[in-house]
Nanobody, 126 residues
Framework: QIQLVQSGGGLVQVGGSLRLNCEVFGRTFNRYRNTVAWFRQNPGKEREFVAAIRWESGTTAYTDSVKGRFTISRDNAKLTVDLQMNSLKPEDTAIYFC?????????????????WGQGTQVTVSS
């Protein structure tokens, strides 16, 4: 079993920054096979891929709308993943979830991820 515990988020004005943190608990987390990602969701909409990092290689992927503004990173010693969000826009407002899964083929597909964090609200006010 793996548990993901999220922190961070909140309310920020347009152009501001926020940092989200996701801490991984569980002996079955595999540094060589697991990917950790961030998704976001608004009411009545599907969960949207934001960013992902393959743990072993550190390879990252981003959805086009956040490229150049968001940065995903991991701390191998602490087993944490951060999402640094800069130049925030109102359309970034959503509940953000971190997720992890093993041997993920397509990092952008939410159904590939087995474990999810509790979600955290990010609100960008104009």
């Amino acid at each position: 079993q793996i548990q993901l515990v999220q922190s961070g988020g909140g309310l920020v004005q347009v152009g501001g920054s926020l940092r989200l943190n996701c801490e991984v608990f569980g002996r079955t987390f595999n540094r060589y096979r697991n990917t950790v990602a961030w998704f976001r969701q608004n009411p009545g909409k599907e969960r949207e891929f934001v960013a992902a990092i393959r743990w072993e290689s550190g390879t990252t992927a981003y959805t086009d709308s956040v490229k150049g503004r968001f940065t995903i990173s991991r701390d191998n010693a602490k087993l944490t993943v951060d999402l640094q969000m800069n130049s925030l826009k109102p359309e970034d407002t959503a509940i953000y979830f971190c997720a992890t899964g093993k041997n993920i083929a397509s990092t952008m597909i939410s159904s590939e991820y087995e474990y999810w964090g509790q979600g955290t609200q990010v609100t960008v006010s104009s």
